[in-house]
Antibody, heavy 122, light 108 residues
Framework: EVQLVESGGDLVQPGRSLRLSCAAS????????MHWVRQAPGKGLEWVSG????????GYADSVKGRFTISRDNAKNSLYLQMNSLRAEDTALYYC???????????????WGQGTLVTVSS | EIVLTQSPGTLSLSPGERATLSCRAS???????LAWYQQKPGQAPRLLIY???SRATGIPDRFSGSGSGTDFTLTISRLEPEDFAVFYC?????????FGQGTKVEIK
């Protein structure tokens, strides 16, 4: 059974940093691209970032480019999102999602975690 | 980036009725790379449809997808009580991937 378990969400002040993690199990992690998708309270879904199976291809939404860094450790079956210079508008539930492809730029998401909540407020 | 516009915003229907949800893209979606997801309150999104018309594993056949180019439709032939939720379309043929704003299907 595929499982994606996010962690690391917290209440942080604007301008501070946070690192999210996603632990994957139930599939061959290094065969697939992985993504972060967020959902602000009461709002829709927004793709944040994606990374290919071997970290060779990475993409970011314009809203987070230059502030967020996605990475993965295939030996640990884990996905990460380093979030710097956080803003109030980054407040959201952050989901980890598995791609159906190994590349990060043309697949859909067949499994999602339950999300970890990031709140940016003073 | 491709903007996806879903309509209507809310659909009020009774169990047993047919639901028709629309997703319109601001430009043609490459190779019909269009997916639909269902999200219930407090839950993560669940994949329903990919490639505009292919059902994901375990999805009942009352869910069907159609369309190409810029116009796509999700149809639920007969609504079951567990189908009431918010539905999102997503295009994955162009970077960045984008989602529609969602259609809520609520019990009338």
């Amino acid at each position: 059974e595929v499982q994606l378990v996010e962690s690391g969400g917290d209440l942080v002040q604007p301008g501070r940093s946070l690192r999210l993690s996603c632990a994957a199990s139930g599939f061959t992690f290094d065969d697939y691209a992985m993504h972060w998708v967020r959902q602000a309270p009461g709002k829709g879904l927004e793709w944040v970032s994606g990374i290919s199976w071997n970290s060779g291809s990475i993409g970011y939404a314009d809203s987070v480019k230059g502030r967020f860094t996605i990475s993965r450790d295939n030996a640990k079956n884990s996905l990460y999102l380093q979030m710097n210079s956080l803003r109030a508008e980054d407040t959201a539930l952050y989901y980890c999602a598995k791609d159906i492809n190994y590349g990060e730029n043309d697949g859909y998401f067949d499994y999602w975690g339950q999300g970890t909540l990031v709140t940016v407020s003073s | 980036e491709i903007v996806l516009t879903q309509s209507p915003g809310t659909l009020s229907l009774s169990p047993g009725e047919r639901a028709t949800l629309s997703c319109r893209a601001s430009q043609s979606v490459r190779s019909s790379y269009l997916a639909w997801y269902q999200q219930k309150p407090g839950q993560a999104p669940r994949l329903l449809i990919y490639g505009a018309s292919s059902r994901a594993t375990g999805i009942p056949d009352r869910f069907s997808g159609s369309g190409s180019g810029t116009d796509f439709t999700l149809t639920i032939s007969r609504l079951e009580p567990e189908d009431f939720a918010v539905f999102y379309c997503q295009q994955y043929g162009n970077s960045p991937r984008t989602f529609g704003q969602g259609t809520k299907v609520e019990i009338k």
